[in-house]
């Protein structure tokens, strides 16, 4: 997204609003022109009737130009904004995850919702005031000249070397304001760590340090913000005081020129009117070039974020599927970070059946999840392929590929919102009747029914208000709920207890007839009944079979399955 291409598609609306404002500049040129007049037709004793009619028809027509031109500027302003925004949280739910990966999400908040709003009053408001007040500036000079061009060019040599000056401390407002807004948005990011990770600061007494950390962040934003208001306190004082030097020539050199008789004393106070009339436009005018400016450092970051990596640059037709095994990882190769950084999984080939139960073990950091990952296409492989029911997910558009998984993550993430919004959230038109379905298989019947308000109660951040193994098989009922092909569960037993385990061994065993299921466990004794088990140690398939194949063959699963085997029998 380019900013300034989404203001140009509001055009119409800024030019009709700049409009009015011009009309209401020509309005209030003209006050001074009939009360000029009235005052003749007083001094003449000519009736006042139409003077003072078209002074009050000028004054109520120059309210309603300014409000017109308030609302139409302010309406083309939130609609900026409203775009601005809609096209960066497009592009930051169909980011790249690795580039997502890198952002820091404080500094994404700041500028959706702060520089954004910056960016729409320097768009709309600066832009229209730099017209209008430009308008005012241009007419009184042409006015003046009219009058006197040699006074003229003196007050344009003083007004002029002000301006030069006003014009290049708005340029150091520009760059004071981006420090200023980088450092607000580390404060942002500061303050989001604290709330994301609220029990661990308390658990870990950490409340005094992170109030320290955050305090100097606000600290690094209170002083770059007050560089921004000095630089822009010297804008108004750097014009007035040109306008006072302007002042004391034009007085002094005009005085010298009636004293001459090489001017009229009426056209000397004519002029020094007019140069009064042009300095507050003037003033406005560099005051809004200096909030213009703040607002291009927000337009900057904008733009910035919203030339985010994308994940699928245009969708492919979705592809025919094939008979045949319902995932091949084929020689995949990936690494989190380029080579020559060593690659997280290594020449993985293996196949998975279109229906049973599929188990990968392995130790912690084998690249378990990474595999799962790869096959939502969450990440790319370096090298080699993965292969959805016979096609290439790489040729897939990404909704088939993700339509055909459901993923049940290691930490569930529930949403804030009823239960029935987590149940439904990738399915949300379904109907009760599968919804029952599927909370039966999960085993949530029971828990379902002694919530307050059913399937209607509401759950805090995170699913907050069930226990952890509820909301995994909240997790797990969702997943069911989008009848997937595949069903991947990433450690999806950890929170159970040995009932609730059992209960769900069932449901897997159920399910898996109907599609290929693949989980991850640590916990040995739920996939002791896998049709087939893949043993994977550093990022490397080291072997396949069955608990009984695998106990005989491999040194590491015999190793893993003796260590927990025994322990879970110590346990019951
Ligand atoms: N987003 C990431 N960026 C960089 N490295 C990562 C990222 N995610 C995982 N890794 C690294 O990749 C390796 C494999 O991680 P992965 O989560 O796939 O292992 P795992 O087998 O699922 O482990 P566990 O059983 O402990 O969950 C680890 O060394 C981990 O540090």
């Given at each position: 997204m380019n900013v300034w291409e989404t203001a140009k598609a509001h055009r119409p609306l800024l030019i009709a609003g700049i409009t009015l404002g011009l009309l209401g500049a020509v309005a209030s040129l003209a006050q001074p022109l009939l009360i000029g007049e009235l005052i003749g037709a007083v001094a003449k004793d000519s009736p006042l009737f139409w003077p003072i009619a078209s002074i009050v028809a000028l004054f109520c027509a120059d309210a309603v130009l300014a409000a017109a031109h308030a609302y139409a500027i302010g309406r083309a302003g939130e609609n900026i904004v409203f775009d601005m925004r809609r096209t960066l949280v497009g592009r930051l739910l169909r980011a790249d995850m690795a580039a997502f990966g890198r952002l820091d999400h404080g500094d994404v908040f700041t500028r959706v919702v702060t520089d954004t709003s910056i960016a729409r009053v320097s768009l709309s408001q600066s832009l229209a005031q730099i017209v209008t007040s430009g308008f005012m500036v241009v007419g009184g000079i042409a006015a003046m000249a009219w009058i006197d061009w040699p006074l003229l060019l003196l007050s344009l040599g003083c007004l002029g070397a002000a301006s030069v000056v006003s014009l290049l401390l708005a340029r150091r407002v520009r760059q004071a304001s981006l420090v200023n807004r980088e450092d607000t948005s580390s404060f942002g990011?500061?303050?989001q760590r604290v709330m994301?990770?609220?029990?661990?600061?308390?658990?870990?007494?950490?409340?005094?340090?992170?109030?320290?950390?955050?305090?100097?962040?606000?600290?690094?934003?209170?002083?770059?913000?007050?560089?921004?208001?000095?630089?822009?306190?010297?804008?108004?004082?750097?014009?007035?005081?040109?306008?006072q030097v302007c002042l004391a020539a034009v007085v002094g050199w005009g005085m010298s020129r009636v004293a001459t008789g090489a001017m009229e004393l009426s056209?000397?106070?004519?002029?020094?009117?007019?140069?009064?009339?042009?300095?507050?436009?003037?003033?406005?005018?560099?005051?809004?070039?200096?909030?213009?400016?703040?607002?291009?450092?927000?337009i900057d970051r904008v733009t910035e974020l919203s030339h985010l990596e994308q994940e699928e640059a245009v969708a492919p037709p979705p592809a025919e599927l094939l008979p045949?095994?319902?995932?091949?990882?084929?020689?995949?190769?990936?690494?989190?970070?380029?080579?020559?950084?060593?690659?997280?999984?290594?020449?993985?080939?293996?196949?998975?059946?279109?229906?049973?139960?599929?188990?990968?073990?392995?130790?912690?950091?084998?690249?378990?999840?990474?595999?799962?990952?790869?096959?939502?296409?969450?990440?790319?492989?370096?090298?080699?392929?993965?292969?959805?029911?016979?096609?290439?997910?790489?040729?897939?558009p990404l909704d088939q590929v993700r339509g055909l998984i459901g993923y049940v993550e290691q930490e569930s993430a529930l949403i804030r919102g009823t239960v029935r919004e987590n149940l439904t959230y990738a399915d949300p038109?379904?109907?009760?009747?599968?919804?029952?379905?599927?909370?039966?298989?999960?085993?949530?019947?029971d828990v379902l029914a002694g919530?307050?308000?059913?399937?209607?109660?509401?759950?805090?951040?995170?699913?907050?208000?069930?226990?952890?193994g509820q909301r995994q098989r909240l997790a797990i009922a969702r997943t069911l709920l989008q009848r997937p092909q595949v069903i991947l569960l990433d450690e999806a037993t950890a929170h159970l207890d040995s009932e609730a385990e059992a209960a769900l061994r069932d449901t897997i065993a159920t399910v898996s007839q109907e599609c290929a299921v693949i989980a991850i466990a640590h916990r040995l004794s739920t996939v002791v009944d896998a049709d087939r088990i893949i043993v994977l140690e550093a990022?490397?398939?080291?072997?396949?079979?069955?608990?009984?194949?695998?106990?005989?063959s491999d040194e590491l699963y015999r190793r893993i399955a003796s260590r927990q085997l025994l322990t879970e029998g110590a346990a019951r």
């Open positions: 990011s500061g303050v994301g990770g609220m029990s661990t600061v308390k658990t870990s007494r950490a409340e005094a340090r992170e109030d320290a950390r955050i305090t100097a962040l606000a600290g690094r934003a209170r002083r770059s913000g007050i560089r921004v208001s000095a630089i822009s306190a010297m804008l108004t004082p750097a014009m007035n005081v040109g306008t056209a000397l106070t004519a002029f020094v009117m007019y140069l009064f009339y042009l300095v507050a436009p003037l003033v406005m005018l560099f005051l809004a070039i200096g909030e213009f400016q703040q607002g291009r450092a927000a045949g095994p319902a995932v091949r990882f084929d020689g995949v190769t990936f690494g989190y970070a380029p080579p020559p950084a060593a690659p997280v999984v290594e020449d993985v080939s293996f196949s998975v059946p279109p229906h049973g139960l599929t188990a990968i073990v392995g130790p912690s950091g084998a690249g378990k999840t990474t595999l799962f990952q790869l096959l939502e296409r969450l990440h790319r492989p370096g090298e080699g392929s993965v292969h959805l029911r016979g096609v290439d997910i790489a040729t897939m038109d379904a109907d009760d009747g599968a919804i029952a379905h599927v909370v039966r298989l999960a085993g949530l019947t919530l307050p308000q059913g399937l209607d109660t509401p759950l805090g951040e995170r699913g907050a208000g069930l226990s952890g990022g490397r398939v080291r072997a396949t079979g069955t608990h009984h194949e695998l106990l005989d």
